[in-house]
């Protein structure tokens, strides 16, 4: 049985970080170019967001004894696999985590005008997570 206060807790981080990255993508791409500051702000935002994501799943996964992820990707899959997610949402958002590793671990080669499309066309797969699992387990 999954723990909900863990679970709000972490939905809570997603949605602050959501709410921070709305704000931030107000500005345009150019901006954002010029703006380090602007930009990193971004990209740490993201990476709390899909963390906190990864962490639900990772909660879940361990709590309801499914099969265990080789890594994060494969948490969204595994979810959409079960049932606590739709299969095909789980694989729309899953390639979030590739693009969290790339501002993670490869820092140096990132494609601003690339990462920036990604999450403008992107982010609103969050509202959407945040929703499935709020319906899910019945969380307020």
């Known amino acids: 049985m999954i723990n909900q206060d863990v679970v709000k807790a972490k939905l809570n981080i997603i949605r602050d970080n959501l709410l921070s990255i709305k704000d931030i993508l107000k500005m345009s791409d150019h901006e954002l170019k010029t703006n380090n500051m602007y930009r990193s702000a971004l990209e740490r ?77 992107n982010i609103h797969q969050y509202d959407e997570y945040i929703s499935y699992i709020i319906d899910k387990y019945k969380l307020s």
Do not use: C, W
């Open 45 to 121: 935002y993201f990476q709390l967001m899909v963390d906190a994501a990864v962490g639900i799943n990772e909660h879940i996964i361990s709590e309801e004894n499914l099969e265990a992820p080789n890594d994060y990707f494969s948490t969204f899959l595994i979810l959409g696999k079960s049932g606590v997610l739709p299969q095909d949402f789980s694989q729309k958002i899953a390639p979030s985590v590739g693009l969290r590793n790339q501002l993670v671990h490869q820092y140096e080669k990132i494609d601003v005008d690339k990462m920036l499309k990604d999450v403008r066309d």
